[in-house]
């Protein structure tokens, strides 16, 4: 069975900085691309940023060069470095196997005050 497991998010002030980790098990990711998506309050989920295999990355406009996403394939796990945070990314941070889209963790929680 296929887990992913988000955690490392919290409550920050507006311009602060977390690390998001994402570990999977029962699935070996190295031949995956793997992303990042995030649900706000009352809003649809979307799309954060993309790592392929190869390590090439692609990032949604809001959140180009704050983010930075990476990950360790000898970890099976993904990564999401989150900089310079605003008030509007306050929301649930998922990551996602591409090509299983059914498949999602629990999220990390993240909250920026401003």
């Known amino acids: 069975q296929v887990q992913l497991v988000e955690s490392g998010g919290g409550l920050v002030q507006a311009g602060g900085s977390l690390r998001l980790s994402c570990v999977v098990s029962?699935?070996?990711?190295?031949?995956?691309?793997m992303n990042w998506f995030r649900q706000a309050p009352g809003k649809e989920r979307e799309f954060v940023t993309s790592?392929?295999?190869?390590?090439?990355?692609y990032y949604a406009s809001s959140v180009k060069g704050r983010f930075t996403i990476s990950r360790d394939n000898a970890k099976n796990a993904v990564y999401l470095q989150v900089n310079n945070l605003k008030p509007e990314d306050t929301a649930v941070y998922y990551c996602?196997?591409?090509?299983?889209?059914?498949?999602w963790g629990q999220g990390t929680q993240v909250t920026v005050s401003s």
């Open positions: 996602n196997i591409n090509g299983l889209s059914g498949i």
């Open positions: 029962g699935l070996t990711i190295n031949t995956f691309t």
């Open positions: 790592i392929s295999r190869n390590g090439g990355t």
